[in-house]
């Protein structure tokens, strides 16, 4: 991807959670980032194919990358460190502000639920790996990840380190628990 593309994709994340999806029309995000439309078609077909590459930008920011930062560690329970580790310096702001707007739009949210899918299934092969059968792998890649992301709606909000450290003390009380 060029990078004058991943610009446009990285402005569009900072727009959608400075101004929300509304702003994200062609036209207002070319009057911000004051150029043409056609600079806008020089790298996206329709608004679809843009939305569709701003999801896939942010999957592999926000999904990919720190799965493959995490796969560095040889054993499970290190690589699941290394994951929280990645997430903790990694800005996933973008995060609640798509989440809202999949609320609103289906295609968002079918595209949440091919990396919801991705990151839970992560989580279960490390869990499987550590010993668990595939029932309490998958019952506990989906309270662990949806604690994480419950963690983060809380008001005041809490730091995104201390959303982790709540979210992994959970899962590892059941780990032992179950093994």
């Given amino acids: 991807m060029s990078d004058a593309k991943q ?13 929300g999806p509304d702003a994200l029309t062609i036209d207002r995000l070319c009057s911000r980032k004051k150029v043409t439309k056609g600079s806008f078609y020089h790298h996206f077909k329709n608004r679809q194919a843009f939305i569709d590459a ?21 054993c499970p329970m290190t690589r699941l460190e290394r994951l929280d580790e990645a997430i903790a310096a990694t800005d ?3 995060e609640l502000h798509i989440r809202a707007w999949a609320l ?3 295609r968002i949210g079918q595209h949440l639920c091919t990396i919801d899918t991705q ?15 595939a029932t309490q792998a998958e019952q506990l890649a989906t309270t662990s990840y949806a604690s994480f992301l ?6 005041p909000r809490l730091p995104i380190q201390d959303c982790l450290a ?5 899962a590892k009380s059941q780990l032992e628990i179950l093994l």
């Avoid at 990151?119 to 059968?133: F, H, I, M, P, S």
């Avoid at 419950?150 to 008001?155: A, C, P």
């Avoid at 709540?166 to 959970?170: E, P």
């Fill in 104 to 106: 609103k739009d289906n």
């Fill in 54 to 74: 701003l999801m896939t930008y942010w999957y592999e920011r926000a999904t990919a990358r720190l799965i493959t930062i995490a796969d560095t560690q040889p």
């Fill in 7 to 19: 610009s446009w994709l990285a402005f569009a994340l900072k727009t959608l959670v400075s101004h």
């Fill in 166 to 170: 709540l979210s992994s003390q959970q």
């Fill in 92 to 94: 996933i702001e973008a």
């Fill in 150 to 155: 419950g963690l983060q709606q809380l008001y």
């Fill in 119 to 133: 990151r839970q299934d992560y989580l279960k092969a490390c869990y499987l790996e550590l010993g668990l059968d």
